[in-house]
C-alpha cells in the first residue's frame, strides 16, 4: 500500500469508453503483477471458471476519484487486440469505503437486467467471463473518498512475464 500511496496516478483515457487516474509503473503493480501469473493461479481460476487455456494475466492500478469526471461506459473487453481476454479481475485496494464505483454486468441482448457488484472493503475481488454478448461497466464514485483497484484479464495468449515488469 505504501508504493501505492507514494505513486503517480496520472489520467488514462480509452477514447470512448472510460476515463481514470492509472498509477504509472510501480513496484506495486509488478508484485501484483507477479502474484496474478502463478500457474497456481491460473489452475484455480480454470477449475472455478471453466475457462480453457490461461497464457497470462495483464492489469493496471487504477484509482477513480469522485472530485474528478472520471467515468467508465458500457463495454465489452473484445475488440481489436483484447479478442484474447477471457475473464476479467478486479481487486478493491481502497483502504477507506467508498460510495458509487460498483460494477455492473448485462447481456447485451437484455440491457435492463444488470448484476451489480460492490466490493468496497479492502480485498473484496471478484471474476467475471468476458465475452461478446457481455458487456460491464463501473458506476461513478460519489462522496469525497476515492476507489483504488487493481483491475486486468487473464488472457489465453502467453507471453514472457519479464516483459510485463516495469522494474
Not at 471453466?50 to 494475466?57: A, K, L, P, T, V
Not at 458487456?135 to 483504488?148: F, N
Request: with cysteine; hydrophobic share 45%; net charge negative.
Amino acid at each position: 500500500m505504501q508504493s501505492i500511496d507514494a505513486g503517480t496516478f496520472a489520467t488514462r483515457e480509452d477514447a470512448g469508453i472510460a476515463v481514470e487516474l492509472c498509477l504509472d509503473p510501480s513496484r506495486a503493480l509488478d508484485i501484483l503483477t507477479f502474484a496474478m501469473n502463478s500457474a497456481a493461479l491460473f489452475d484455480f481460476v480454470r477449475a472455478i471458471s471453466g475457462c480453457e487455456h490461461i497464457g497470462h494475466f495483464a492489469g493496471r492500478i487504477y484509482r477513480f476519484d469522485p472530485s474528478i469526471a472520471h467515468h467508465d461506459s458500457w463495454h465489452d473487453d473484445t475488440a481489436g487486440d483484447a479478442g484474447a481476454r477471457r475473464l476479467g479481475f478486479s481487486l478493491n485496494l481502497s483502504r477507506e469505503r467508498y460510495c458509487g464505483g460498483t460494477f455492473q454486468l448485462r447481456e447485451k441482448a437484455r440491457p435492463d437486467a444488470i448484476t451489480s457488484i460492490e466490493n468496497t472493503r479492502l480485498a473484496d475481488a471478484f471474476l467475471f467471463h468476458i465475452a461478446p454478448e457481455l458487456q460491464h461497466r463501473v458506476s461513478a464514485v460519489e462522496g469525497s473518498a476515492s476507489k483504488t483497484a487493481f483491475a486486468g484479464w487473464f488472457i489465453a495468449g502467453d507471453i514472457d512475464l519479464r516483459t510485463m515488469l516495469t522494474r
